[in-house]
């Protein structure tokens, strides 16, 4: 019997995998992947609840989360295209025009 | 024990490749390395009696978003990370501050209670099979959400649709 705090254990650390990611990467379709190991990692956790809770409530908001996160993907993937159609870039640090 | 054993094999791989994903320089091995991570995941929720999920987790995620991700990278064709001047140098900062949330989420895992438990057993869910008692679920105590999940999947494709259109109409007129 694996103990519920390994997999919360597990969440934490891919969820600090995902921040690091997002704050250091420049390449906006890597933190867009980032965002998505964040996303997984909340997943996992709320699976693991609903498993020791006998309840399937965690089960029920994951599947949420991945339509979510489906949507996102597509509407973020969009932006990106549209971003480099224009700006013929997608790395974060040469979209500084508004800087003051 | 066998249990345990697959737990901590998966764990090893989603850590490691987690990291990989963050590190590697060339966007097309980072998307590969969040496949064997996805695919993983999905080995996790095996393990935990949702095998709904895990096959959600294969064809959504692993299926749909990451060649998705993979086909966006092929159009902005990127060969290699390119060195430039940082506009915030915050590599340091970022990486502190994720291992102190780390650290953080880690400290508080021993202070969770669990709070009352429901009506899903897990003899119950095995005599119902996973899929069944969600459709279940799903289409019973949460049929709002779920309709709502589908207005969400509507506007995605309606924004895919009028993001990736090529707006030429506009230059002809000009000429």
């Known amino acids: ?100 | 024990m066998f249990n345990q054993l697959a737990f901590l094999y998966c764990a090893s791989v989603i850590t490691g490749t987690g990291l990989l994903a963050v590190r590697f320089k060339n966007p097309v091995y980072s998307v590969l390395a969040v496949l064997v991570l996805f695919v993983h995941m999905a080995g996790l929720y095996l393990l935990l009696n949702a095998e709904f999920i895990a096959a959600i987790q294969v064809i959504v995620y692993a299926g749909a978003i990451l060649v998705l991700y993979l086909f966006v990278l092929f159009l902005v064709n990127l060969r290699q990370e390119v060195r430039m001047e940082r506009f915030i140098s915050s590599h340091r900062y970022g990486m502190a501050a994720s291992i102190a949330l780390g650290l953080c989420l880690l400290a508080i895992i021993p202070s969770f209670t669990i709070g009352a438990k429901g009506t899903y057993t897990i003899e119950r869910i095995t005599e119902l099979t996973h899929t069944k008692a969600m459709g279940m679920e799903l289409y019973t105590t949460y049929l709002l959400p779920f309709e709502i999940a589908g207005l969400i999947l509507l506007i995605a494709v309606i924004g895919g649709l009028v993001l990736a259109r090529r707006e030429n109409t506009n230059e002809e007129v000009a000429k």
């Open chain 1, 1 to 100: 019997m694996i103990p519920l705090s390994w997999y919360m254990g597990l969440a934490a650390i891919l969820f600090a995998i995902g921040t690091y990611g997002f704050l250091v990467r420049r390449n906006i379709i890597i933190m867009m992947l980032s965002i998505e190991l964040m996303l997984n990692a909340v997943n996992l956790n709320l699976v693991a609840m609903s498993h020791y809770m006998d309840s399937l409530l965690g089960s029920t908001l994951t599947l949420f989360i991945i339509t979510v996160a489906a949507a996102e993907a597509a509407i973020g993937l969009g932006l990106i295209i549209v971003l480099y159609r224009n700006k013929k870039s997608v790395y974060v640090d040469q979209i500084n025009e508004l800087k003051g």
